[in-house]
C-alpha cells in the first residue's frame, strides 16, 4: 500500500500561484507514475500533471500546460505542483494519485490504485 497526503490548497485571486504538496508513504518503491486529478464543483474528476517516480518524464493536461510544474524530490518521497496564473476554472479539490507498475494511461483515472484525501483549491475572481 501506498499512502498519499496532501498538502498546500487554498483561497487565491485570479492570477495568483499556489504550491501543492503531495508526500508518499509506505510501499513508494512499487510506485511507477505519481501526479494530480481535480475535480471541480459540478464537473468530472479530471487528470491535471503527472510524473514518472524514476525517470523524471512528465504529462500535463492541456489546461493547465504552461501554467504549472510538476516535480519530484525522491529523497523526501514528495511530488508538488507548482500552479501559477490560476483561473476561477482551476477551483476544484485536488487529489494526488499514485500507480503501481501496470498497463495503463497516465491520463486514464483508472490506471491509479492510490489516492489521497484531496486538498480544496478556490480561486476567487
Known amino acids: 500500500q501506498v499512502q498519499l497526503v496532501e498538502s498546500g490548497g487554498g483561497f487565491v485571486q485570479d492570477g495568483g500561484s499556489l504550491r501543492l504538496s503531495c508526500a508518499a508513504s509506505?510501499?513508494?518503491?512499487?510506485?511507477?507514475?505519481i501526479g494530480w486529478f481535480r475535480q471541480g464543483p459540478g464537473k468530472e474528476r479530471e487528470f491535471v500533471a503527472a510524473?514518472?517516480?524514476?525517470?523524471?518524464?512528465?504529462y500535463y493536461a492541456e489546461s493547465v500546460k504552461g501554467r504549472s510544474t510538476i516535480s519530484l524530490d525522491n529523497a523526501k518521497n514528495t511530488v508538488s505542483l507548482q500552479m501559477i496564473s490560476l483561473k476561477p476554472e482551476d477551483t476544484a479539490v485536488y487529489y494526488c494519485?499514485?500507480?503501481?507498475?501496470?498497463?495503463?494511461?497516465?491520463?486514464?483515472?483508472?490506471?491509479?490504485?492510490?489516492w489521497g484525501q484531496g486538498t480544496q483549491v478556490t480561486v476567487s475572481s
Open positions: 494519485v499514485a500507480a503501481p507498475f501496470n498497463s495503463g494511461s497516465v491520463y486514464d483515472m483508472d490506471y491509479y490504485a492510490y
Open positions: 509506505g510501499r513508494t518503491f512499487s510506485i511507477d507514475n
Open positions: 510524473i514518472s517516480w524514476r525517470g523524471g518524464f512528465t
